[in-house]
């Protein structure tokens, strides 16, 4: 397995502007995870996909976050109108559906979102 | 609904001394807990995963933790810290009915040479 790959690494916009990140998951893994992450604090949960379906959305995803799993292999994220408490690290988990346990979640290097 | 809560934000060791870092959780069923690690601009890393088998979790790179359901807790234990230890640690709970992950706050560990 190559691992969880998101691009890009970084991204510095102004405020209002749209930006899209993608998300490539660990080849055949089914569900795909996205979270952000503020300075100082734990990863928070956005949303999730099981194959082409988006099962579950947090209410942290405002109406101007949308994302999207067209085939079920790669994901991406886009947030329209950026504001700059969007500032923040984005980051990409895939897993395989367990069976009996939670299944366990590999994450990819994040993409760090600047807006000014 | 679940929730994790680290108990201290920063731990500092000396090198060769034991580490513990405190975790305790809330979860309504039967619950799957990991210990994540990130270290400074990396991804965050699995050390370890508890699943209703083993109360004792063993990890990469000599770390374990002890799933305890009387005291709600995950304890992160390792009897000899490395430099190369230092990094932010996340106490993170799931289980089958809400596969998102939640994560605590995290602990920073420093070690100390």
């Known amino acids: 397995d190559t691992g969880v790959s998101q691009d890009p690494r970084h991204k510095i916009t102004k405020r209002g502007q749209n930006v899209t990140f993608r998300c490539d998951p660990i080849s055949e893994h089914n569900r795909l995870y996205w979270y952000r992450q503020t300075l100082g604090q734990g990863p928070e949960f956005l949303t999730y996909f099981q194959n082409e379906a988006q099962l579950e959305k947090s209410r942290l995803l405002s109406d101007r976050f949308s994302a999207e799993r067209p085939k079920g292999s790669f994901s991406t994220l886009e947030i329209q109108r950026t504001e700059q408490g969007d500032s923040a690290m984005y980051l990409c988990a895939s897993s395989a559906v367990g069976t009996g346990a939670a299944d366990t979640q590999y994450f990819g290097p994040g993409t760090r979102l600047t807006v000014l | 609904a679940q929730s994790v809560t680290q108990l201290d934000s920063h731990v500092s060791v000396s090198e060769g001394t034991p580490v513990l870092l405190r975790c305790n959780y809330s979860s309504s069923y039967s619950p799957s807990l990991f210990w994540y690690v990130q270290h400074p601009n990396k991804g965050l890393q699995l050390l370890l995963k508890y699943t209703s088998a083993a109360t004792l979790v063993k990890g990469i790179n000599g770390f374990e933790a002890e799933f305890k359901k009387s005291e709600t807790s995950f304890h992160l234990t390792k009897p000899s810290a490395h430099m190369s230890d230092a990094a932010e640690y996340f106490c993170?709970?799931?289980?089958?009915?809400?596969?998102?992950?939640?994560f605590g706050k995290g602990t920073r560990l420093s070690v100390i040479a």
């Open positions: 993170v709970v799931s289980d089958l009915r809400y596969t998102p992950l939640v």
